[in-house]
């Protein structure tokens, strides 16, 4: 199976700010990494596929990149309504597999 | 506006089976591949596989091959999953998601049901 890590496993940051989330796989694979976004009770969230194309209705301040095995998922101008965890998430073989998650918290 | 809509909670003893349905509006439901994720308590997600409604092909995690099915009945647009043989670890929510795939190009699981909590407790 492919392991996603993804790093840091939570994070605090100031509104405005600039915050980027690391996935990297066990092994390398093109482009197929999904990013998403889970609000506390709530179902998860698309916000980027094939690594870096931004989800239809989902704010520019999002974006994805990605370098060999390791993803990033970059939030500009981190806003209130962005307290989430983050998931990364595999599309490249079977079984799929996700990130541990990341916990954006807003000081 | 296209939406899924699960099935509800579902409380089960070990050893018992439990069906998931999974009820699709507002779109053209083959023109998708539906996945299965679970989420148990507190943790992240795990995949279980997924079905090509329109073809009925299926591709089960290895992890739950003979122990989930997955089928579905496109005259309601009703996906399902069926877990059999359940145990405590099989407490979570269970999800299903679509997902829109054109040859090797995949588009991400952007509809999610708003889950089954699966309760296996004796």
């Known amino acids: 199976d492919i392991q996603m890590t993804q790093s840091p496993s939570s994070l605090s940051a100031s509104v405005g700010d600039r915050v980027t989330i690391t996935c990297r796989a066990s092994q390398s694979f093109n482009r197929h990494l999904n990013w998403y976004q889970q609000k506390s009770g709530k179902a998860p969230k698309l916000l980027i596929y094939?690594?870096?194309t931004l989800q239809s209705g989902v704010p520019s301040r999002f974006s994805g990149g990605d370098s060999g095995t390791e993803f990033t998922l970059t939030i500009s101008n981190l806003q209130p309504e962005d307290l989430a965890t983050y998931y990364c998430?595999?599309?490249?073989?079977?079984?799929?597999?996700f990130g541990q998650g990341t916990k954006v918290e807003i000081k | 506006q296209a939406q899924l809509v699960q099935s509800g909670a579902e409380v089960k003893k070990p050893g018992a089976s439990v069906k998931v349905s999974c009820k699709a509006s507002g779109f053209t439901f083959t023109g998708y591949y539906v996945h299965w994720v679970r989420q148990a308590p507190g943790q992240g997600f795990e995949w279980l596989g997924w079905i090509n409604v329109k073809s009925g092909a299926t591709k089960v995690s290895q992890k739950f091959q003979g122990r989930v099915t997955m089928t579905g009945d496109t005259s309601i647009t009703t996906a399902y999953m069926d877990v059999t043989s359940l145990t405590s670890d099989d407490t979570a929510i269970y999800y299903c998601?679509?997902?829109?795939?054109?040859?090797?190009?995949?588009?991400?699981?952007?509809?999610w049901g708003q889950g089954t909590t699966v309760t296996v407790s004796s």
């Open positions: 998430q595999q599309s490249f073989t079977s079984p799929l597999t």
């Open positions: 094939a690594a870096s």
């Open positions: 998601a679509r997902e829109r795939v054109a040859g090797t190009y995949y588009y991400g699981m952007d509809l």
